[in-house]
Antibody, heavy 116, light 111 residues
Framework: QVQLVESGGGVVQPGRSLRLSCATSGFTFSSYGMHWVRQAPGKGLEWVAVIWYDGSNKFYADSVKGRFTISRDNSKNTLYLQMNSLRAEDTAVYYC?????????WGQGTLVTVSS | QSALTQPASVSGSPGQSITISCTGTSSDVGGYNYVSWYQQHPGKAPKLMIYDVSNRPSGVSTRFSGSKSGNTASLTISGLQAEDEADYYCSSYTSSNTPYVFGTGTKVTVL
């Protein structure tokens, strides 16, 4: 069955960096576009970034553009999100999610807390 | 890209039908048939309930249905049950350089 497992979350100080990973299984990872979506505590879903199946295209929300980088390693079936210059407002549960035009599967999420 | 607009809350009694709206623009909801709906229970990941405006994934109850008219999509839950109490989000592909957008979310309460 399709599985998406995020890791790498934690508590980090403002201005520092963190890299999230999403290990996948149960499907042909290299055939699917992948997203990162976040949800601040008590708030709604916010789309963060998307990467094409082959890594050829990447797009970002304005709120993270220039600070976050989405990438993938199709040989390891893994999606990444490099987060730099973190701010308090980046505090959220970060989900990885599958499929370009319609997200059909979600991971369980990993919590990132930006606090001094 | 602004979030799609949903009512903050909708409620109904068991057995009733409710409808949640999702309003966007011709650049997102109105321009593509890539509208999806997600159910999220507290502390859980979202679950896909409707895709491509009106299609149900395997395993999703037939009580859930979707439609679209112009720039507004709708999710209808018929025969409301206690387990339907959750947050619901719409989403759409968009023509902007931020190609995906979610709705503001709707809390469904079963009275």
């Amino acid at each position: 069955q399709v599985q998406l497992v995020e890791s790498g979350g934690g508590v980090v100080q403002p201005g520092r960096s963190l890299r999230l990973s999403c290990a996948t299984s149960g499907f042909t990872f290299s055939s699917y576009g992948m997203h990162w979506v976040r949800q601040a505590p008590g708030k709604g879903l916010e789309w963060v970034a998307v990467i094409w199946y082959d890594g050829s295209n990447k797009f970002y929300a304005d709120s993270v553009k220039g600070r976050f980088t989405i990438s993938r390693d199709n040989s390891k079936n893994t999606l990444y999100l490099q987060m730099n210059s973190l701010r308090a407002e980046d505090t959220a549960v970060y989900y990885c999610a599958r499929r370009l035009h319609t997200i059909d599967y979600w991971g369980q999420g990993t919590l990132v807390t930006v606090s001094s | 890209q602004s979030a799609l607009t949903q009512p903050a809350s909708v409620s109904g009694s068991p057995g009733q039908s409710i409808t949640i709206s999702c309003t966007g623009t011709s650049s997102d909801v109105g321009g593509y048939n890539y509208v999806s709906w997600y159910q999220q229970h507290p502390g859980k990941a979202p679950k896909l309930m409707i895709y491509d405006v009106s299609n149900r994934p395997s395993g999703v109850s037939t009580r859930f249905s979707g439609s679209k008219s112009g720039n507004t999509a709708s999710l209808t839950i018929s025969g409301l049950q206690a387990e339907d109490e959750a947050d619901y989000y719409c989403s759409s592909y968009t023509s902007s350089n931020t190609p995906y957008v979610f709705g503001t979310g709707t809390k469904v309460t079963v009275l």
